[in-house]
């Protein structure tokens, strides 16, 4: 997905969020249980809601199957084009049980929701997470303390668009939207983009113009804001290393043999990573791996 497109598909899902939100409360109401067998019509109360829906959306094939459990919904939206890639989406329609039990899990409640939701509100304007968690306990009345401060971002947010809250100083758009997916944790976002600007710059600019400054940036922010970014910091080094790591292999050469390794003033292993995967890539083209270098991130 360019990212063009997938700004243009976030745009679209932040300014229908509360229909969405309602349509998933309504369905939610559905006490679709199928692990108790009272509750079998519900559970195909929720699948023919669910399949409406589809309906809705404008898929021209909508069926329910009877299954020897829980009935099963089956959508399609063929593609005008034979070689368009095909997405498959599979998930549960039922609900688990709401009773609570010593040890197990308890069903949300709609204040669990909205707590929910104010703690990510506040992670997308770039409060810290521990700050933001405390903050909407407070709002909603537990645990009784005084309000928090609120530390105010460095950057304020565009018009229509959360900041990061990170100093992020001149950097490329995609540095920016890393950024503002790490600092609200959201790390089905970070894993995207940060495989779309591999895919689209290669791993040297992806690590030197997308990766290394968002770190630097995470580095800063954590040094002057003591241990309230640190969950920041430890989700986006996970999903950098990730990310390189899934650079296919060096394939087998009949040179000597390149020991990469961190030298004593060094506090991450990042940069050697970014270096492994783009000498990896370079050979694997047929170029000269010794052009892709990489400082390592400042202030970690």
């Not at 959360?162 to 790490?182: D, F, H, N, Y």
């Not at 970014?274 to 791996?289: F, N």
Request: with cysteine.
């Amino acid at each position: 997905m360019s990212e063009t497109l997938d700004n243009a598909v976030r745009t679209y899902i932040e300014n229908h969020r509360a229909a969405f939100l309602d349509d998933l409360a309504e369905w939610l109401r559905i006490p679709s249980v199928s692990a108790q067998p009272e509750h079998g019509a519900d559970v195909l109360r929720s699948a023919e809601w669910l399949a409406a829906k589809l309906r809705e959306t404008g898929f021209p094939v909508v069926e329910i199957w009877p299954t020897d459990g829980a009935p099963a919904v089956f959508a399609s939206w063929p593609s005008d084009d034979a070689d368009a890639p095909t997405a498959l989406v599979y998930g549960h329609h039922d609900v688990q049980p709401a009773a609570r039990e010593d040890g197990r899990h308890r069903r949300w409640t709609p204040r669990d929701v909205a707590l929910l939701e104010e703690m990510c509100r506040l992670t997308g304007t770039g409060v810290p997470p521990g700050e933001a968690a405390r903050a909407a306990q407070h709002a909603f009345g537990h645990p009784a303390q005084a309000a928090p401060r609120l530390p105010v971002p460095a950057q304020a947010p565009r018009p229509g668009a959360a900041g990061s809250g990170l100093p992020l100083g001149t950097v490329r758009q995609e540095c920016r939207g890393l950024a503002r997916a790490a600092v609200r944790l959201d790390a089905p976002a970070v894993e995207a983009r940060l495989a779309l600007v591999v895919e689209r710059l290669g791993t040297a600019a992806a690590w030197e113009e997308v990766m290394a400054p968002a770190l630097r940036a995470v580095g800063r922010k954590w040094e002057t804001a003591g241990e309230r970014y640190v969950e920041v910091e430890h989700l986006l080094s996970w999903h950098v290393s990730s990310a390189l790591r899934r650079v296919p292999p060096a394939p087998a050469t009949t040179g000597p043999p390149v020991l990469l390794a961190c030298v004593p003033e060094e506090q991450h292993a990042l940069p050697v990573e970014a270096l492994a995967a783009g000498r990896a890539l370079a050979l694997g083209m047929g170029e000269d791996p010794d052009r892709h270098r990489s400082g390592a991130p400042e202030g970690r």
